[in-house]
């Protein structure tokens, strides 16, 4: 008997209705990809002039020196996440045109691992942003407990 | 004679490998949406109560801007209601989707779909206004 798993995989197929809304899907998520990649440039370039602003903004004082340095390297970093996230956006929208267009599986297949590649990304920023949240919280608080202690 | 459309649909089908594709998005679609809905419930109760707090500190002193401190309010009231649209839309395609591959229902999936192209008609909308309100601010700040 074949396995229950392989009928139901079996059973779902992209109908016209899906057809016509992975096809939308597609181009809308195109457009974000090539405006990611537009503010991923936009971020890289501040980040190239975040230590001079810092430099001007700090009058001089050799701390704030480091500051610039580490601001550029926050805004390359977020930069360099928002380009792999468009990147894999872009990938997912134009195989999954190619694979609409020529119906091949195998483009289907690949645009929709590269959707999941944008979930997963997207998922671990969420869970790093939460953590960094998590540990400002707890740094107050233990701030404010031992200024009033 | 079937027509190529019809064709192209019956061709293109979810196999076992695009199964675990959609698992996987699904369920970080999911969290990405849970966390999308509690951070607008709490940008709503900041536009509120920072807002208000940073509308005071605009209207009073010397700064004396008029609207400026209602139009930081309404700003943060817009970013949160678009916010919870958008993780909205996102967790009903998660949700769908998840039943889809699990009870292997194809109204689920043509749903699903059907959310997932309104998350990203919503997403490149508001990239949209964000990008004509960088750009205009941009041109703005530089006449001025």
């Known amino acids: ?32 990809a090539i405006v990611g990649f537009i503010l991923s440039a936009l971020i ?47 990938r997912f929208a134009t195989k999954m045109k190619t694979a609409l267009e020529t119906t091949d599986q195998e483009n289907f297949n690949t645009s929709l691992y590269n959707l999941k590649m944008v979930y997963r990304i997207t998922g671990i920023i969420v869970i790093i942003y939460l953590a960094i949240l998590a540990l400002a919280l707890i740094v107050t608080v233990a701030a404010a407990m031992f200024a009033s202690s | 004679m079937d027509t190529p459309g019809n064709l192209l649909q019956n061709n293109l089908y979810i196999d076992e490998g695009i199964e675990s594709h959609f698992k996987e998005s699904g369920k970080w679609a999911k969290y990405i949406a849970i966390t999308g809905m509690l951070f607008s419930g709490i940008a709503l109760v900041a536009s509120f109560t920072l807002g208000g707090r940073i509308e005071g500190a605009l209207n009073s002193g010397f700064i004396m801007s008029g609207t400026a401190g209602f139009m930081v309010i309404l700003a943060m ?7 919870f649209i958008l993780s909205h839309y996102m967790y009903r395609f998660a949700n769908k989707l998840l039943v889809a591959v699990d009870t292997s229902d194809r109204y689920e999936f ?7 192209k309104n998350t990203y008609k919503v997403m490149a909308i508001l990239f949209s206004i964000y990008f004509l309100l960088f750009i205009g601010g941009s041109i703005a700040d530089f006449i001025w």
């Open chain 2, 77 to 83: 009231l817009l970013f949160a209601v678009a916010y």
């Open chain 1, 44 to 90: 890289a370039l501040a980040a190239l002039f975040a230590g001079t602003v810092m430099e001007i903004m700090s009058g001089g004082m050799p701390i704030f020196g480091g500051a610039g340095i580490l601001v550029s390297i926050i805004y390359l970093v977020i930069a360099a996440i928002y380009f792999a996230l468009s990147l894999f956006m872009f």
């Open chain 2, 110 to 116: 043509v749903e699903s779909m059907r959310h997932l």
């Open chain 1, 1 to 32: 008997m074949e396995p229950n798993q392989n009928l139901l995989s079996a059973d779902i197929q992209v109908d016209s209705i899906s057809h016509l809304n992975l096809k939308e899907i597609a181009m809308w998520g195109k457009l974000l």
